[in-house]
């Protein structure tokens, strides 16, 4: 008989030729026949059993273990630069292993996500440790999808998660364990292109979808934000830092305040004000504002660094927080904690009696906080309502921060930053991490006050900087665009207001819209039709200016916990003044533009996340009241239907063109409005609705609506067609004449 090959050669074989595993192969391969093969059959079983080997339909291979030659993605990226893959075919019970990439100078650039085909090398069969080489890199990722795994009688598919998103189905080699009803990441596997569903393979599962905290999860794993710190990371902020005044000014004698929201878990901003004693100043004040010196901890090249750089920003959810920075900084070194000595970088800035600033100093000191107090502590202690704020605080802190801030906003008056009016909701979750309400933030003085604190200090980095010529990244905000004013100013015409059209638009042209609209019917919808014109803000190295504020220089230094931006202006700070060694580095300066692109792309990633999960949030708490009807007004006008925002909630959902009417509706986009063709029935923002609850998609915080009501008339009956479509056609032939009015006037 020939020779059987030892355990060790089989477990070798089907190592370095994953394509050629069946027995049939391994006979083959090892010059096996007759009473051989029945040997090799026992010794595959033995292998099996043993758990060396696992066996598919007629393949064998070996569990948790890579073949010679693996499909791979890019997984992370250390702070060295190092790369790090993960196998994608990988059928592993623990925890996949890591295989660091090891290129040639020739290799082609990959970053994180990239798909490749590389040969690898176990290096260390203890701790399941792999190099890879590089042997071609795949043209693109395959596309991601989140969502819910079901499994069904025609087979497995994952419903995403996404509102209007395609199903993708599963085969059972692809289902990754997954269990019927579970979250799940996957990729889209073979073509792009195929007859039926697309196929995919299930690489992540997540976890419960009716789980209480599975919203913000789905939100993280669907725009890709980073949620757990790599250990180098965590292991570089839990370093034993000594806090010393050696070098720095000892501002410890200042009773600076944090005024926070009362479950604020990071303080990273403090201030205090008072009357100045220059008799050339008369009624004039004094204004403290000091930050976290994060850049003494976060320093250029570190791990640190680059983890807050690819993070970009904190985002924030109901439940929880992705943060910038590890929880030792954030909610310890870097918080201003009351009672306890911080590093920080203050600005010292003088006003006069109406506001306007006359000079300013920075610091990088040495600071104690005298209080942590709350928004309405602070408020019912300068109103003199019940509180528990010490009186001597109440008389020498609380009470000049007021007066100071009293002259601030004469000094906004003046300025006329934009004033829109645009309640925020805030989500109340239960124990168990359900919503138990829904309420608007109530805005208070304290609220107001610390705005404008921190707005002075942020012109005044901006201001230092420029006169010290350092580069900086500003906070920019570009003047609307022509189109978007033009329909702004057609839906305030609708409604019977005016926007002045002039050259050149000043905030101050569009607040007395505003203003115009206050109290009455149409204030939601000029306010939302402003915030739909309007440009987004982003960073960049050029000064632009900042449209909404009314101001020429503006920048980011007031929250550098939480944003990178500001660690790039407390950076320039320490350069421009000469305080150490951890200011910007020459190739920080040379990035600039791609750290601003970046930055900017991950504040939108997060104001997305955080919208999608306020969305899915409130669309599990109307889940249970289906068939409820609420009243609401129409926010949005698009050609297959209309958007209504509820009173209650600011709840957002769709009504359906198809569910209106048995009608045709003509869609005008300039106009915004739908309009029945048979009815007459129209349709335009900011119209008063009641509609009923009638489909709620919890997963995706898809929320439909039926129509009952517009501004109190029931909707009209199809009986009276004839006279409504003369009515239709009358109104349209009214609308064409009023557009060539008006165009007659331009002319003019």
Known sequence: MTNLPIRAEILDWISQNPTQTAKRDLAKAFGLKGAARVELKRLLKSLEAEGLLQKEK???????????????????????????????????ETKDPEILMVLRPNDPPLGVGDQLLARIQLTNAENNQYEGRLIRKFKSPAARVVGIFRRAPEGARIVPIERN???????????????????????????????????????????????????????????????????????????????TLDGREDLRSIPLITIDPPDARDHDDAC??????????????????AIADVAHYVRTYTALD??????????????????????????????????????????QMKINADGKKLSHSFHRGLMRSAASLSYEQVQSAYDEKSHDVPEDMVQNVVKP?????????????????????????????????????????NRIDSNRLIEEFMVLANVAAAETLL???????????????????????????????????????????????LNEARDSDHSELINMSTLRAMTQAYYSPDNIGHFGLALRSYAHFTSPIRRYADLIVHRALITAHG?????????????????????????????????????????????????????????????????????????????????????????????????????????????????????????SGGITFDLLEVEGDALPSMVRSRRFSRKAKRGKSNTRRLKVSRNRKKRN
């Open 306 to 347: 680059k983890e807050a750089l690819n993070r970009g920003n904190s985002t924030y959810f109901p439940d929880r927080v992705s943060p910038m920075l590890p929880e030792n900084l954030s909610a310890n070194l870097c918080s201003l904690h009351e009672g306890v000595d911080r590093y920080c970088i203050a600005v």
């Open 165 to 243: 998103g395609k199903e993708w189905s599963v085969q059972e080699a692809d289902t990754h364990g997954a269990k019927d009803g579970e979250l799940v990441e996957a990729e889209r596997k073979g073509p792009s292109r195929t007859i039926g569903l697309p196929k995919a393979r299930i690489i992540a599962r997540i976890d419960d979808p009716s789980a209480p905290k599975a919203i913000s999860l789905i939100a993280l794993h669907q725009h890709n934000i980073p949620d757990d710190f790599p250990a180098e990371v965590l292991s570089a902020a839990q370093k034993n830092w000594s806090i």
């Open 272 to 289: 205090y004000a008072m009357l100045d004693d220059d008799p050339e100043n008369r009624g004039g004040h004094i204004i403290w504002v």
């Open 58 to 92: 007629k393949n064998y291979h070996r569990p948790n273990y890579l073949p010679s030659v693996s499909a791979l993605r890019i997984a992370r990226q250390s702070s060295a630069g190092d790369l790090f893959a993960s196998a994608i075919e990988l059928k592993s």
């Open 467 to 513: 006169a010290k010529k350092t580069s900086l990244l500003f906070r920019v905000h570009e003047e609307p665009a022509k189109e978007k004013l033009d329909a702004l100013r057609e839906t305030a015409l609708s409604s019977g207001l005016t926007l002045t059209k002039r050259r050149l638009l000043k905030t101050a042209h569009i607040n007395a819209l």
């Open 401 to 441: 921060i007021y007066a100071a801030y009293r002259a601030l906003s004469s000094a906004r008056d003046k300025r006329q930053p934009l004033d829109l009016d645009l309640p925020e909701r805030q989500i109340e979750l239960d124990a168990a991490g359900k919503v138990s309400s829904v309420k608007y933030k």
């Open 579 to 699: 305080w150490g060694d951890d200011g910007l580095k020459d190739d920080e300066l040379e990035r600039l533009n791609k750290t601003a692109e970046h930055i900017s792309n991950t504040e939108r990633r997060s104001m997305a996340a955080e919208r999608d999960t306020v969305d899915r949030y409130l669309a599990a708490y109307l889940s249970e009241r289906k068939g409820i009807e609420f009243t609401g007004r129409i926010s949005g006008v698009v050609k297959f239907g209309v958007f209504i925002r509820l009173d209650e909630t600011g709840a957002e959902g769709l009504v359906p063109v198809r569910t209106i009417a048995r009608e045709f509706f003509h869609y005008d986009k300039s106009a915004n409005t739908l309009i029945g063709s048979e009815t007459g029935l129209l349709l335009t923002l900011g119209q008063r609705v009641l509609v009923r609850l009638a489909e709620i998609a919890a997963e």
